[in-house]
């Protein structure tokens, strides 16, 4: 399987900020850009292992400053780093005031898509070729976030067997 370039992953997606999308705060909604982020990283995963795939994490979504109904959102997303059948997708989430032009890094979002065959089981992917600085930096620090995900995944399923699955009312 050959390797594929980050940029033959990359989704760019813009939109407009509506006072439908925002919270009390009259900030977009948190909910909201995760559902959009998800949407755009799962494009990703799907152009970089041309496979159906399934989000098998969020391992971060980090807010760094609030989109407002002035902004106009973009999403950008790609492929950083692939496993045997898992890939990490880096979104970048940038706000542009629209009257200045001043944009910001909104957000950034790092998730898991693991890539499934007719069978509905994982299956491989292509690895991964950095090129520009952001590129290459996400892509030598993946290994590292690898670890820790499956670190944390396994801390999960331990403790999910301490969970009820009882209705709080039974």
């Known amino acids: 399987m050959e390797a594929k370039y980050c940029k033959e992953s990359r989704v760019v997606r813009t939109s407009r900020v509506f006072p439908n999308d925002v919270n009390s705060h009259n900030t ?5 850009l995760m559902s ?5 990283a799962s494009i990703s995963a799907l152009r970089h292992s041309r496979r159906d795939c399934v989000t098998a994490s ?5 807010f760094l400053h609030p989109v407002r109904t002035t902004d106009a959102v973009c999403f950008e997303s790609y492929v950083t780093w692939a496993g045997t059948s898992s890939m990490e997708v880096f979104v970048k989430i940038i706000a542009e005031d629209l009257k200045s032009g001043e944009r910001k890094v909104a957000a ?3 998730l898991t898509f693991v890539a499934l065959d007719q069978h509905k089981r994982p299956t491989s992917v292509p690895q991964v070729i950095p090129e520009t600085e952001e590129e290459k930096k996400l892509h030598e620090t993946a290994p590292e976030r690898a670890r820790i995900r499956k670190e944390r995944k396994q ?3 331990e403790w999910a067997v301490h969970l009820t699955t009882r209705h709080p009312w039974d």
């Open 108 to 110: 950034t979002a790092l």
């Open 36 to 40: 959009d982020l998800d949407q755009v």
């Open 28 to 32: 977009l909604f948190g909910g909201r």
């Open 58 to 62: 969020t391992d971060s979504v980090d």
């Open 155 to 157: 801390k999960s399923k």
